[in-house]
């Protein structure tokens, strides 16, 4: 065993060996993933927008279109990661997005920053999916959702170097942020390529449409999807509206990297022990919901403050949220898929957030310009309150329906 075995069940580790290998180098390539993302994408609203004084609209769409592309084709490359495997696939990816993050350097056009924007969604399409798919194949049922806090732990360590880093970098200049961006992801690819073994994420062997069609015909997974894609609109806030709105109060770019490092501690710091105390105590769909009302909550509050200091008070509110929900979601997700078609339910689930989190960036950088002009700055924080009060309601209406015999509850 790569750590002792009691560390190792605690960290929600799998008992065998060689998975529990596996599984930890998806987790540093994980944190470097996210430190590469987070390193940029932060900072194209407020290059764009307050650097270059585009509409936010227009950064919007951007954002949206690379969210969809991303999560939108995760569908087909689960389909391949159920057939060939996941490893293949999450190269690739990582190639492509170097390529997409690297290639904003010189992106001074709309057509040239979306083209950009493409194909750094293209390889997260690639490896977005058959990732989820190798660490719910891994995991074991019993102590999935301690694996995915750690991973939410990794997810937030990458986050915060990654803003420390891109806030660092920006001083330069956008385009040094760009390849440095780039220049991670690359060596993730050489990283995975020398250690990450490959990985089977399916138990069955299908046609490549056939897993898709199964999650597709699944009704109770299905309806799970369309409910998730209401607080994918609220998460993705924290990119674009939380992000231009606290350079608004605080009059520098660099509250940016204050916001960032602030949902990052927050989730640091309480995710495992959060997910640890309420493992015995709530189902994790009740843990979904738990974590989509205090997110909700910390956004609305968004609205009724006028300090960069209170703002920072909202962002950890939505952290905590954060550090519930993602976890829990991430459990049930994996609990209602069908083990013989892993990666195709992963894809097909991602377009909750492929929808939602298109729809949020758009409809995020719309409203924040439609507040100014209607000098009713609050209308984003509004919509979005409703937003994720709905979704608050529909867990609750899909918990009551479709969880209630113990055949249906999660495995956990």
């Not at 390539?29 to 590469?36: C, I, K, S």
């Not at 919901?289 to 609305?300: N, P």
């Not at 209602?336 to 990666?343: I, N, W, Y």
Request: aromatic share 10%; proline share 3%.
């Amino acid at each position: 065993m790569i750590l002792r075995p009691r560390l190792g069940t605690s960290l929600g580790l799998p008992s065998d060996r060689l998975r529990a290998r596996a599984t930890l180098i998806l987790l540093i390539d994980n944190l470097l993933m996210w430190m590469g993302f987070f390193m940029i994408v932060p900072l194209i609203s407020v290059h764009y927008v307050n650097g270059l004084g585009w509409a936010a609209s227009l950064v919007g769409i951007v954002l949206a279109l690379r969210q969809f592309t991303q999560q939108g084709l995760t569908v087909f490359s689960g389909a391949l990661a159920d057939r060939f495997g996941a490893r293949g696939l999450i190269l690739m990816g990582l190639l492509v997005r170097a390529v997409g993050f690297g290639s904003m350097a010189y992106a001074d056009t709309f057509s040239h920053l979306l083209l950009s924007s493409l194909l750094a969604g293209l390889g997260g399409a690639f490896f977005e999916s058959p990732k989820s798919a190798a660490m719910a194949a891994l995991s074991d049922p019993e102590t999935r959702r301690r694996i995915y806090a750690v991973q939410g732990i990794s997810n937030n360590v990458g986050m915060a170097l990654g803003v420390l880093i891109g806030g660092f970098l920006i001083q330069a200049s956008f385009k040094t942020v760009a390849l440095g961006s780039g220049c991670v992801y690359f060596l993730t690819f050489l990283l995975s390529m020398f250690i990450l073994p490959q990985i089977s994420v399916a138990t069955g062997r299908r046609s490549l449409l056939s897993g898709i069609m199964m999650a597709a015909r699944d009704r109770r997974f299905l309806i799970f999807t369309l409910i998730s894609m209401g607080y994918f609109m609220i998460w993705v806030q924290l990119s674009l509206t939380v992000s231009l709105q606290a350079e608004k109060l605080a009059g520098t770019e660099h509250a940016v990297s204050w916001v960032f490092l602030t949902n990052t501690l927050f989730g640091i710091s309480l995710q495992y022990p959060l997910v640890r105390w309420l493992e015995p105590r709530l189902k994790p769909i009740n843990g979904l919901i738990m974590g989509t009302a205090i997110m909700t909550l910390g956004l609305g509050f968004i609205g009724i403050i006028n300090s960069i200091w209170l703002l920072l008070l909202c962002v950890a509110i939505f952290a905590v949220g954060s550090a519930i929900l993602s976890p829990n979601q991430q459990t049930v997700v994996a609990d209602l898929a069908d083990s013989t078609a892993f990666g195709s339910y992963m894809g097909f689930g991602g377009l909750s957030l492929a929808v939602g989190g298109a729809l949020g960036n758009f409809l995020g950088g719309s409203l924040y310009d439609l507040g100014i002009k209607l000098n009713f700055s609050d209308l984003p924080w509004l919509v979005f309150f409703i937003v994720g009060s709905s979704s608050v309601v529909g867990l609750v209406w899909f918990s009551k329906h479709y969880l209630v015999n113990p055949s249906d509850a999660p495995s956990l």
